[in-house]
């Protein structure tokens, strides 16, 4: 079953690029005392992710920013580099660019999503999310293949 409104955040841990190489991050801590917008993505780099999800939270991060939210975090099953490479090419260094190698996180929000007939494997679906103090207070999740109501246009008008 897949995480919903009001539930909160599983443990486990993602990763980011931090000064001197992978840092380890704890999701419990992370989202301790903080609002935060999360939308996850099939991968980095690839069409949509990359056209239009990922710019949008960039360029609409003072917006954000102006409405309370305290962090952005883009959540994708990648490995870290990938991550990292990602963010620098698409100016998002104001964004949490957030590892999940393993989809560990991913699965444990049920929000898994197999495309191994494309070869891509285990990846995650495309959302977006609020997460206020640890407990998810809005959830927009995608059906696959479509890129809607997760946009970064979309969640500001909503929050």
């Known amino acids: 079953m897949s995480i919903q409104m009001?539930?909160?955040m599983p443990?486990?841990?993602f990763q980011v690029m931090g000064e001197h190489g992978p840092e380890n991050v704890d999701v419990t801590e992370f989202f301790s005392g903080k609002r935060v917008i999360v939308f996850a993505v099939p991968g980095a780099f690839t069409p949509t992710c990359s056209i239009s999800h990922l710019p949008g939270f960039v360029v609409h991060y003072d917006a954000f920013k102006e409405k309370g939210i305290d962090e952005i975090m883009c959540l994708s099953v990648n490995d870290v580099f990938v991550m990292d490479a990602w963010g620098k090419a698409n100016n998002a260094e104001n964004l949490v660019m957030a590892a999940d190698g393993l989809a560990e996180l991913t699965t444990s929000l049920g929000l898994e999503l197999d495309i191994s007939t494309a070869k891509l494997g285990v990846r995650s679906r495309r959302y977006a999310m609020l997460v206020d103090n640890g407990i998810v207070s809005n959830l927009w999740l995608e059906e696959p293949g479509e890129y809607?109501?997760?946009?970064?246009e979309h969640v500001l008008?909503?929050?």
């Open 148 to 152: 809607k109501i997760s946009s970064a």
């Open 157 to 159: 008008s909503q929050i």
């Open 6 to 8: 009001d539930d909160m």
């Open 11 to 13: 443990y486990g841990q």
